[in-house]
């Protein structure tokens, strides 16, 4: 009988402290955004690098395994060459946002964590219309594709850590609604980020 209270009194001790654990964390970060040179149906697409802000959500289903929502942002120059005959092509000036949902597999080693993940979601292009956009007669463009990477997170305490990681975005090349750029090509953004993650 004290062998079987002695069991129950651990088990619920072991309930309990992993029911105070940190279930969900928020994190902060800056990234990088780069795009390949794109070619396709006559058109070639070139997408200037750029600095932004990405703020992730996740919510622990176990401890190796969570749930993520992503939000990214930043602002561009999408080029386009149509012909030889234009060595400068045509520009235009963008927003770039990302919803993204996805799910991670990680590992836990003292003090580091490195994790993996995939998922989908959403790049929103929208043209701004100033000076370094060329063509005023475009449109948004809202891409569906898939989520993919890794990366390394750092305990600081309990309750923060460094992360980084990269991340790739695959979708379709945008036009704007010019039929001239479409390329009727897939790219794969890439998206570097560093930052730190709230866990409570």
Do not use: C, W
């Amino acid at each position: 009988m004290k062998k079987m209270t002695l069991l129950g009194v651990l088990l619920l001790s072991a309930a309990a402290g992993y029911a105070q654990e940190s279930r969900q964390d928020a994190s902060f970060s800056g990234t990088g955004f780069f795009g390949p040179q794109v070619n396709g149906n006559g058109a070639q697409m070139n997408s200037t690098g750029s600095l932004g802000l990405v703020t992730s959500y996740r919510y622990m289903l176990t401890p190796r395994s969570a749930l993520e929502l992503n939000y990214s942002f930043t602002q561009n120059q999408q080029k386009y060459l149509i012909s030889t005959n234009e060595p400068y092509g045509q520009r235009i000036h963008s927003r770039q946002q990302e919803v993204t949902g996805a799910y991670v597999f990680s590992l836990n080693f003292k003090r580091y964590s490195p994790f993996l993940e995939a998922g989908v979601g959403a790049l929103i292009f929208t043209p701004i219309r100033d000076y370094g956009t060329q063509i005023l007669d475009t449109k948004q463009n809202t891409n569906i594709g898939g989520l993919f990477g890794g990366g390394l997170a750092y305990e600081l305490s309990p309750s923060f850590d460094i992360r980084m990681e990269y991340r790739g975005f695959l979708a379709k090349a945008p036009t704007y609604g010019v039929n001239n750029f479409g390329t009727n090509r897939y790219e794969v953004f890439s998206i570097p980020a560093i930052g730190v993650a709230y866990h409570f």
